[in-house]
């Protein structure tokens, strides 16, 4: 980690990005961090944050990481689908429960998974990439999983890169939609429910 932050540094001394020209840097190493995961993508919120302030760096860390995650979905759906798929059939006990939960709950799945560290961001796009979750459906479960993610995230960040700044209006605002996503999710399973019932 010592390692990629140096070299984050390093680019950034080396390009001279400031303000929102730091995109320029920062989609191409979130792409990377989605493909091979070798870093947290936390680093890029945090550079985000420090650069544009927490607002501005919060909706371009949620935007960046939006088209990261495409970018690996689509590539691993339809160009390295099948040399995916072999590779991970070596982990399919270790990935078993949530391809299942993937059936159940779709794109709920991909929200929980996406709201806490609960996989790398490059397992849950290859997972996905090789399930049945349509390119529609994935586009909504990133838009709203990296939103959680990333909001929860800049609350807790942001009391230590600005430790003067009052989080109250965003951990009050972060509550809400986590309770509109709450309600959501079980007016999902009362009508699938009440579907089955009917079938």
């Not at 400031?18 to 919120?45: E, K, M, R, S, Y």
């Not at 390295?80 to 794109?107: I, P």
């Not at 996406?114 to 349509?134: G, Q, Y």
């Not at 999902?188 to 009917?198: H, I």
């Amino acid at each position: 980690m010592q390692f990629v932050n140096d070299a984050i540094d390093w680019l950034l001394s080396v390009t001279q990005l400031d303000g929102f020209q730091i995109i320029l840097l920062t989609l191409p190493l979130a792409i990377i961090q989605n493909f091979l995961g070798c870093f947290p993508f936390a680093t890029l919120i945090l550079l985000h944050i420090s650069a544009l302030g927490i607002v501005n760096g919060l909706i371009i860390s949620w935007l960046v990481s939006i088209v990261a995650s495409l970018v690996v979905y689509f590539c691993c759906r339809y160009w390295f689908a099948e040399w995916f798929d072999r590779k991970m059939s070596r982990f399919e006990t270790k990935y078993e429960k949530w391809k299942k939960y993937f059936q159940l709950y779709g794109v709920w799945t991909i929200i929980l998974m996406r709201t806490l560290p609960i996989m790398p961001n490059n397992v849950i796009a290859f997972l996905s990439s090789i399930s049945s979750i349509r390119p529609h459906a994935y586009l909504i479960s990133s838009i709203i999983g990296n939103l959680s993610h990333i909001w929860l995230f800049g609350i807790i960040s942001s009391s230590i890169v600005f430790p003067d700044t009052d989080i109250r209006v965003l951990l009050g605002a972060y509550l809400v939609f986590f309770a509109l996503m709450t309600v959501a999710f079980f007016v999902y399973l009362r009508m699938n429910k009440t579907a089955g019932s009917r079938a």
